[in-house]
């Protein structure tokens, strides 16, 4: 059977081998798929490892992003713009080097929640490696706007400015939380990793346009406080990130195996679960 797995520190909480279980279930591929912890200093051997032991492909999560980028020999577009790997696929002696992550950030917004990106105003909160990720797949998306903004501005001020080549119509700007003052938005993202800290984020109030969404790409049980302050400050619709992360999964289960498996069962069994406790 072919093998796959993802690789994280730590690992022992990854949803991505019930994820991909059912993928292959679902579309009748015989795979196996499985959690390995690589050591902090060890992410290389523990590849190496399982290629040698016939591993197919691997998803790659924190904090290895940045070195999977590095031991890619082949790199996709998405993943040069976001400076970072989640997905590897092994062919032979080449290292196809893949990010999934935006392009399920924005299936999750288009195609689950049914949100338009087109033409409207969208916020970006945070300038980490989560931001860097998502702004080539929703530039695509053709916004009329996409504004990043973070707790150090000047961070989101230089990716606005990497990214400006591939702004197209959008008007693409980065700067601080103070200066979102008097602005609203039809699309507000949190990839900061505050609500980690259990820490709320400083935005002035008034940010939610009428019928916006404020999404975060954290998940849980409950709202999460993001999700909370954006429902007090009048945003209409929330959202979690797991659909993004059941998204992302697929991307790469597609890039693996050719075929792209419906995620709304599997979306739904994970919440249940979560729901469940
Ligand atoms: P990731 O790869 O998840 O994006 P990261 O690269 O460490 O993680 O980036 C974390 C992001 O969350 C940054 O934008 C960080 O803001 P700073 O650049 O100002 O550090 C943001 N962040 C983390 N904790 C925060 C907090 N308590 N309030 C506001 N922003 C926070």
Redesign the pocket.
Known sequence: MDRYAVIGNPIAHSKSPQIHTAFARQTGQALQYEALLAPLDGFTRTVEDFRAAGGRGANVT?PF?LEAFALSTRRTPRARAAG?VNTLAFDGDEVLGDNTDGAGLVRDLLINLGHTVAGRRVLL????????GAILPLLHAGPAELRIA???AD??EALAADFAAEAGKARLEGGS?AALADRKFDLVIN????S??G????LPRGLYAEGALAYDMMYGRSHTPFMCAALADGAARVADGLGMLVEQAAESFALWRGVRPDTAPVRAALRRQIDAG
């Open positions: 924190v992003k970072a909160l945070g300038a980490g490696g989560a931001t860097r973070n707790r150090s961070k989101a939380f990839a900061t990793s505050a980690l800290a820490e709320r984020l400083p």
